[in-house]
C-alpha cells in the first residue's frame, strides 16, 4: 500500500496547537494558514509567511526570508534574502529590503524607499516619506474643504487664423 504525502507541513508553536503551513503556488515558498498571499507575487522554498500576513502581487520573497504575523509586503517590493519583516509591518509599493536587513515591529517604509543590506530598522521607525498621515486630529485627518474656482469657459468662437507672416515676426522679435 503506498504512503500517501501531505500538501502541508505542521509546526507546533503553542503546545496542543499546531500551525500549518502550505507550499505557494509560485516558488513553493510557505504559508500559513490565514495568509494571504497573491498568486503573482513570489515566495522562494525556503521562504516563510506567518498567519495575518499580506504580501501583494509583485512582489518577492526571497530566500531564507521571513514575513512574521500582520506585516504587509505591497505590490512589486522585495524582501531580501534572509531578510525578516516584523509583526505588524508594511513595506511599501515597490520598496527594498536589503541582504540580511531586520525591520522590526509595526515599521513603516515608504513607496520605493530601499533598507540597505544587514540594517536593523527598530520597531515603530518610520523610513521614508509615508502616506499615512501622521496625527489623528480631525483636522489633520480630514481638512476643511476649501473652494476652488471654476476653470475660465473657452469662447464659443471659432479660433482666429493668424496670417504665417504675423508668426514669423513674432519669432524674430523674441
Same mark, same amino acid.
Not at 494558514?33 to 516563510?48: F, I, L, N, R, W
Not at 505588524?88 to 536587513?101: E, Q
Given at each position: 500500500?503506498?504512503?500517501r504525502?501531505?500538501?502541508?507541513?505542521?509546526?507546533?508553536?503553542?503546545?496542543?496547537?499546531?500551525?500549518?503551513?502550505w507550499?505557494?503556488?509560485?516558488?513553493?515558498?510557505?504559508?500559513?494558514?490565514?495568509?494571504?498571499?497573491?498568486?503573482?507575487?513570489?515566495?522562494?522554498?525556503?521562504?516563510?509567511?506567518?498567519?495575518?500576513a499580506?504580501?501583494?502581487?509583485g512582489?518577492?520573497?526571497?530566500? &531564507?526570508?521571513?514575513?512574521?504575523?500582520?506585516?504587509?509586503?505591497?505590490?512589486?517590493?522585495? +524582501?531580501?534574502?534572509?531578510?525578516? +519583516?516584523?509583526?505588524?509591518?508594511?513595506?511599501?509599493? &515597490?520598496?527594498?529590503?536589503?541582504?540580511?536587513?531586520?525591520?522590526?515591529?509595526?515599521v513603516?517604509?515608504?513607496?520605493?524607499?530601499?533598507?540597505?543590506?544587514?540594517?536593523?530598522?527598530?520597531? &515603530?521607525? +518610520?523610513?521614508?516619506?509615508?502616506?499615512?498621515?501622521?496625527?489623528?486630529?480631525?483636522?489633520?485627518?480630514?481638512?476643511?474643504?476649501?473652494?476652488?474656482p471654476?476653470?475660465?469657459?473657452?469662447?464659443?468662437?471659432?479660433?482666429?487664423?493668424?496670417? %504665417?507672416? %504675423?508668426k514669423?515676426?513674432?519669432?524674430s522679435? %523674441?
Amino acid at each position: 500500500m503506498a504512503r500517501r504525502r501531505k500538501k502541508y507541513i505542521e509546526i507546533e508553536e503553542v503546545p496542543g496547537k499546531p500551525l500549518r503551513y502550505w507550499p505557494h503556488v509560485l516558488g513553493g515558498g510557505l504559508v500559513a494558514e490565514g495568509a494571504v498571499v497573491d498568486p503573482q507575487a513570489y515566495v522562494h522554498e525556503s521562504a516563510y509567511v506567518d498567519p495575518g500576513a499580506r504580501v501583494l502581487r509583485g512582489a518577492r520573497v526571497s530566500s &531564507g526570508s521571513w514575513v512574521a504575523e500582520d506585516a504587509f509586503v505591497d505590490e512589486d517590493a522585495v +524582501v531580501g534574502t534572509n531578510s525578516c +519583516v516584523g509583526r505588524g509591518s508594511r513595506l511599501g509599493r &515597490g520598496a527594498r529590503l536589503g541582504m540580511r536587513a531586520i525591520l522590526g515591529d509595526r515599521v513603516r517604509v515608504a513607496d520605493f524607499h530601499t533598507v540597505d543590506a544587514d540594517e536593523r530598522v527598530p520597531a &515603530g521607525a +518610520v523610513l521614508g516619506v509615508t502616506q499615512e498621515p501622521v496625527t489623528t486630529s480631525a483636522t489633520a485627518v480630514n481638512p476643511p474643504a476649501q473652494r476652488v474656482p471654476a476653470p475660465a469657459k473657452a469662447a464659443d468662437k471659432p479660433a482666429q487664423r493668424v496670417p %504665417a507672416r %504675423a508668426k514669423e515676426l513674432d519669432r524674430s522679435a %523674441a
